[in-house]
């Protein structure tokens, strides 16, 4: 059995979005979602799992390796190893520094963007944040859903459990992740760089895509438990 959502109200420009899709829908309705703004889509990879440090609350402690952005024309990359050789050829790479990020992160919010991620509240900026010692990330972390929006969020509200990224792609876009979390710091320690930012970067498009997805179409899916 699949979910499916219908957003039908931005929250910025209050204008009607989604559609009705017809037929009988299991699932959750809700009445307002964003509509395409500028949103740009982040992920971010580690060099060591939680287990290692402690668990998931001990984010200072997490090894970043390479972060990625996607806002749906041009990707960017940060790392601090040769990550190029897989990158679509318009990625800019940047350093892995947060002075770099933190000023990207700062533009993009102050000119009115979107911040995007699955899990995005609860691992990515807090580990740019600590680990990184990145503030703007906190400063971020602390917008309204305007601004922030955490995909795995609004579906473990709806839903009641954690929706993976593979599982909401794989039944709202057919599409799959390039390799596993798990694999991604396995790869880092093995020297291949340049798939863990591939990997990375495609996560970050896949997010971008499941949320064009839900504005363009009016749902999205996943599988119920």
């Known amino acids: 059995m699949k979910t ?3 957003y039908t109200e931005c929250l910025i420009c209050k204008s009607e979005i989604g559609k009705d899709i017809g037929g009988r829908v299991v699932g959750t309705y809700l009445s307002k979602m964003v509509c395409l ?8 990879e580690t060099g060591n799992f939680s287990h290692e440090i402690g668990g998931w609350g001990q984010s200072h402690m997490f090894e970043p390796t390479v972060v990625a952005t996607w806002d749906g024309d041009k990707g960017i990359v940060y790392a601090n190893e040769s990550v190029s050789k897989y990158l679509p050829e318009n990625t800019e790479v940047k350093p892995l520094h947060p002075k770099v990020i933190g000023e990207d992160l700062a ?4 000119e009115g963007g979107m911040v995007l991620g699955h899990n995005l509240k609860n691992f990515d900026l807090p580990i740019i944040r600590d680990a990184l010692d990145c503030w703007t990330a906190g400063d971020i972390m602390a917008k309204s859903e305007e601004q922030v929006f955490d995909t795995s969020a609004l579906l473990r509200s709806i ?7 593979s599982d909401a792609c794989y039944h709202t876009l057919a599409k799959g992740k390039l390799m596993n979390s798990h694999d991604a710091p396995i790869e880092w320690r093995k020297g291949n760089y340049d798939k863990v930012a591939e990997y990375c970067l495609k996560d970050a498009q896949l997010v971008y895509e499941l949320w064009e997805h839900g504005m363009n179409e009016g749902f999205v899916k996943a599988r119920c438990r």
Do not use: D, R, T, Y
């Open 4 to 6: 499916a959502f219908w």
């Open 159 to 165: 839903v009641g459990h954690a929706v993976p990224l």
């Open 107 to 110: 533009k993009h919010v102050s």
């Open 37 to 44: 703004c500028e949103g740009c889509a982040h992920q971010i």
